[in-house]
């Protein structure tokens, strides 16, 4: 199951010429480019996509494209027109700095776009590079999504393993203070520029939390961020853990070698079960939730799109292949979980194939198209053109996706008990027949053992939600075992009833 592309030449051919990919949104990366959009939504940049579809990628140019939407109007507004020609003429005249046309415009242009939804915005040509250094997986800046709220920035989540995520910083903090300036009456892109410098520089954060009596002062470093998209543990023998924290170009061939190299590890080569972790996940490449989705089902819609123009619809089909092999699975959401994470639990949820477990996801259930300009193929437009939706015709958009079982955050506190005594403390007590001598294991192995465990049990103990999912799993394959053996009773029951004369 091939799920990478070609990404250089995919960048070229939709974004410095006429061909445009139908797109989804992923949620920007602190280092990104913004628009100041209004509203609580994180702003997003759009990420060229293809993948396994009903029908060939979607190409939509510039002109074309806007032909076809419907004009209700039949004419141009003339006295909107005047209105605009006559704010131009006194800005030029009258404000304090002189400014040109062309700025003029462009400011024109993007509020426009701005002014539409959270997501549509107008591309200068530094746009270009910063959205294929967010697809990447590499990039410069602190980790963290961002969107605006109130006037001040607000954290969508911090990325894994970055400057962000080890010095605390937690989604849904209001970030109200950049070093020591206030960041109330810039626009997103302006606190994403003064977020962003050389690695290895400091910054200092003053942040707004739910629960905290004052605002919190984070100091941390800027860096070069590099972000592993796919990670794995074992939590038990028998039981994985695949955290994605971003859909990248490459996700999911890498969900899908993990999922094997995971299955390789197992005794008997097979999982009981398996925790898919969404949470904190902001989105990424349309593609890259496709392929994870398609590791888990074989047959079936997986996602489709609807917008007016025929070109923004599509569909996308899972392949015959299922990497998985049934395996029940447990997929963790939360607020943080967006866009094509949502397209992914919502396709699982929908085709019966995972239990869902966490709270609400944020509700981002449109795709953007990127469109050249014909006067200018450096510059473009990023524009809402459609809903996408689950394989049962749910749109999440501003809904979110909701868990089958709702689990806050939370930690496991154990409880000190009293020592109790065994057979095994009494003296004399009898040795166990089954047990061999000398298991052939040694100290150090035991010893390596013994850590790996130690330190699942503490992230069982700090994450509920997690420890939760494991307990989901654990009963999920029990009740597939006694199944399994009912059927096999069932079954020889049958067969000696069938050889009785």
Do not use: C
């Amino acid at each position: 199951m091939n799920l990478t592309f070609n990404l250089n030449r995919l960048f070229k051919a939709s974004f410095f010429g006429p061909p445009t990919l139908l797109a989804l949104a992923t949620s920007l990366a602190l280092t990104g480019w913004a628009a100041d959009p209004v509203g609580q939504e994180p702003q997003t940049l759009d990420i060229p996509a293809s993948g396994n579809t009903s029908q060939a990628p979607v190409e939509l140019e510039a002109e074309p494209a806007i032909e076809q939407a419907e004009d209700t109007k039949g004419r141009l507004p003339l006295d909107e027109l005047r209105a605009f020609t006559e704010v131009m003429e006194r800005i030029k005249k009258a404000y304090v700095e002189e400014v040109d046309d062309k700025t003029l415009f462009d400011n024109a242009i993007q509020g426009m776009l701005s002014g539409l939804d959270p997501h549509s915005a107008y591309l200068k040509p530094d746009d270009f590079q910063e959205l294929e250094e967010n697809t990447s997986g590499e990039f410069g800046g602190l980790g963290i999504e961002v969107g605006m709220e109130d006037g001040f920035i607000k954290v969508v989540s911090p990325i894994d393993d970055t400057p962000a995520s080890k010095a605390g910083v937690q989604a849904g903090d209001l970030i109200i203070k950049l070093d020591d300036a206030s960041v109330k009456g810039l626009t997103l892109s302006d606190s994403v520029d003064k977020m962003r410098g050389k690695a290895g520089t400091p910054i200092k954060l003053t942040i707004v939390r739910e629960g905290e009596g004052k605002p919190l002062e984070i100091s941390l470093e800027r860096a070069v961020i590099k972000v592993q998209s796919v990670r794995v543990k074992n939590l038990e023998p028998g039981y994985g853990y695949i955290r994605v924290s971003q859909f990248q170009a490459d996700t999911g061939k890498e969900l899908v070698d993990t999922l094997n190299e995971l299955k390789k590890e197992q005794e008997n080569g097979k999982l009981n079960g398996l925790v898919l972790d969404l949470r904190n996940n902001p989105g990424g490449v349309l593609q890259a939730a496709v392929g994870v989705t398609d590791a888990f089902i074989s047959e079936g819609l997986i996602v489709y799109t609807k917008g007016r123009i025929p070109s923004s619809e599509m569909k996308f089909n899972a392949t015959a292949d299922d990497p998985s092999q049934g395996v029940p699975l447990v997929v963790l959401i939360n607020g943080g979980s967006a866009s094509a994470s949502e397209i992914v639990a919502g396709a699982l949820q929908d085709h019966n194939r995972a239990v869902l477990m966490g709270t609400e996801s944020f509700g981002k259930g449109s795709v953007q198209t990127v469109l050249p300009l014909s006067v200018d193929s450096a510059k473009g437009l990023k524009l809402t053109t459609a809903l996408y939706y689950t394989p049962k015709g749910r749109s999440i958009q501003a809904e979110g996706i909701k868990p089958d079982i709702v689990v806050q955050r939370a930690k496991v506190t154990p409880i000190d008990a009293p020592q109790q005594y065994k057979e095994a403390d009494l003296q004399r007590h009898l040795g166990n027949g089954n047990k061999e001598g000398n298991d052939g294991v040694s100290g150090k192995n035991n010893a390596a053992a013994d850590k790996a465990a130690k330190e699942i049990a503490d992230l069982l103990a700090q994450d509920y939600q997690l420890n939760q999912a494991l307990n989901v799993l654990k009963g999920m394959h029990i009740n597939a075992v006694t199944a399994g053996k009912s059927e096999e009773k069932k079954t020889a029951a049958l067969k000696l009833v069938e050889s009785k004369p």
